[in-house]
């Protein structure tokens, strides 16, 4: 059987049937046919070989902030990272962080030892590896401001140290998100600073944090901003906050936030996508690119 050979996989810890709804903090999602902790880049590649032979998809999960799973599930492998993919090393200024390490952790930690540079990311529910695959950012920061480096993972199962000024990048953006591969670690470089003043940005940025995002189940920022726009005071112009389909409401709070009021679906948030990227077309001739990420199964297509 299939999940007997990926539990013969040194490194890697394999399950069947993993609800995913509560491993993201929409709370909505269908179950993963097979779910895998990979504990080493080892696992990883050696799990990647095994879906290339076995033409079955293979789905890396993070935090679950960004993502939007179908109501039916995942119908592949769904991989998270564990084990030594979860370590950071303070050398100096460079800092070396798994792809699975929280990039929450990460900041403290480099708050801790008087680093600065990663203050304005604090409070992204993201692993580092999410991070890098999007160029997180947030308040005029990114994290490639302060990536160096970053270990790759191909589809094929090749390992590289990519330089991360070879990587294209932009707003919510990197080369990464087009090309087929894990990022499994990274190195960042950031700068000496005053304890207290990096201590004081973190306060500052956890009470932005707190008070613009509604305490129900959310992924953030649904769309990107436009150029030249915020794409959440086009929304409250269009009148769209409280509009609800199903469970899945548009925030009250933020107009370009939508929450799982209670029992929302997938199809929920998608019909309520919709409807966001219409009222904007039809009153301000701009068309937003999501910012999350919305999972398909195979045969289905979708305009997100």
């Known amino acids: 059987m299939m999940v007997e050979r990926l ?4 490194g890697l810890a394999t ?3 993993e609800p995913l709804a509560g491993r993201t903090t929409l ?4 179950p993963a046919r097979f779910f895998c902790e990979a504990g080493s880049p080892k696992a990883l590649r050696d799990l990647v070989g095994f879906a290339r032979e076995e033409g079955i998809p293979l789905l890396a999960l993070g935090k679950g902030s960004n993502i939007l799973i179908p109501d039916e599930g995942f119908p592949g492998i769904v991989v998270t990272l564990g084990g030594e993919l979860l370590t950071i090393a303070i ?4 800092v070396r962080a798994g792809g699975g390490a929280s990039l929450m952790s990460l900041a403290i930690q480099t708050r801790n030892a008087g680093l600065s540079g990663l203050e304005n990311l604090s409070g992204i529910p993201s692993t580092v590896g999410g991070a890098i695959r999007i160029n997180a950012g947030a308040y005029g920061s990114e994290i490639f401001d302060v990536l160096e480096s970053i270990t790759w993972v191909s589809s094929e199962g090749g390992m590289e140290e990519l330089d991360a000024v070879t990587v294209a990048h932009g707003y919510r953006w990197s080369a990464l998100m087009e090309r087929p591969g894990y990022v499994v670690g990274g190195v960042l470089r950031l700068i000496r600073g005053k304890r207290e003043e990096i201590e004081r940005r973190f306060a500052e940025v956890t009470a932005k944090r707190k008070n613009a995002l509604p305490r129900e189940p959310n992924a953030g920022s649904i769309f990107k901003n436009p150029p030249g726009h915020f794409a ?3 929304l409250e112009e269009c009148g769209l906050k409280g509009l609800s389909h199903g469970g899945a409401r548009i925030s009250e709070r933020h107009a370009n ?4 009021a209670g029992g929302a679906t997938a ?3 998608l019909e309520l996508m919709l409807r966001m990227q219409t009222a904007v077309v039809e009153r301000f001739s701009i ?10 199964i195979p045969a289905e297509t979708s305009r997100f």
């Open 27 to 30: 709370r909505i999602g269908g």
């Open 257 to 260: 936030v939508i929450v799982n």
């Open 91 to 94: 050398e100096g200024e460079a």
């Open 7 to 10: 539990r013969r996989i040194p």
């Open 287 to 296: 068309e937003l690119v999501p910012e999350i990420e919305v999972i398909r």
């Open 232 to 234: 959440g005071k086009l």
């Open 267 to 269: 199809q929920d948030v």
């Open 15 to 17: 399950r069947e049937n």
